[in-house]
Structures are given as structure tokens and as C-alpha cells.
């Protein structure tokens, strides 16, 4: 893989990584195990799928989701269309 396509691919993970902590406001102090978990969760997902799609941002927050409510003890819903969407947005800006 090239180094410009590398660069993106890095750009695409911190801007979700980041993403998906506001949204699950992420306590870096108190919840490091979860934040390395969604980290990992993100960079294997912009790894393995060279075409992101909304389909594949939907499954993500679906996973995320249940990981958070699994460490947090909490029942809370995934992403809601307009997270998707401001998601989505910062993604094609990146291309």
C-alpha cells in the first residue's frame, strides 16, 4: 500500500476513534480497557474494508454499542441516523 493511501486510512481511524468516544463519552481516565477495545474495534474494521460504507458504519456502531453496554452494565441503542450522517460527511471529506 502506498504511503498517501496509508496516511488516509490513519486519518479515517483517528477521526472515527474520535468520533465513536464523544459519542459514547468515553472517560480516558476511568475506561482506558474500553477505549483500547474501540480502538481496536475501529483499526481492524478500516483495515479489512477498503470501501467504507454506510452499511459497514452501522455495523461498527452496532458493535460498539453493545461493547460499551456490556462493560458500562447499560442497555443504550447505537447511532442515531444524524451521527451516521456528520460521520459519513467527515469521511468523504477525507477523500
Do not use: P, W
Not at 452501522?58 to 447499560?74: C, E, M, P, S, W
Amino acid at each position: 500500500m502506498d504511503f498517501k493511501k496509508q496516511q488516509k486510512r490513519d486519518q479515517l481511524t483517528s477521526l472515527l476513534v474520535n468520533k465513536f468516544r464523544n459519542k459514547y463519552l468515553i472517560s480516558l481516565q476511568s475506561e482506558r480497557a474500553l477505549d483500547e477495545k474501540i480502538q481496536c474495534c475501529v483499526i481492524e474494521m478500516v483495515t479489512k474494508d477498503a470501501n467504507m460504507t454506510e452499511r459497514s458504519l452501522h455495523a461498527l456502531d452496532r458493535q460498539l454499542a453493545k461493547i460499551v453496554n456490556d462493560f458500562r452494565g447499560t442497555s443504550n441503542t447505537g447511532a442515531s441516523k444524524t451521527d451516521l450522517e456528520s460521520t459519513r460527511k467527515d469521511i468523504d471529506a477525507l477523500s
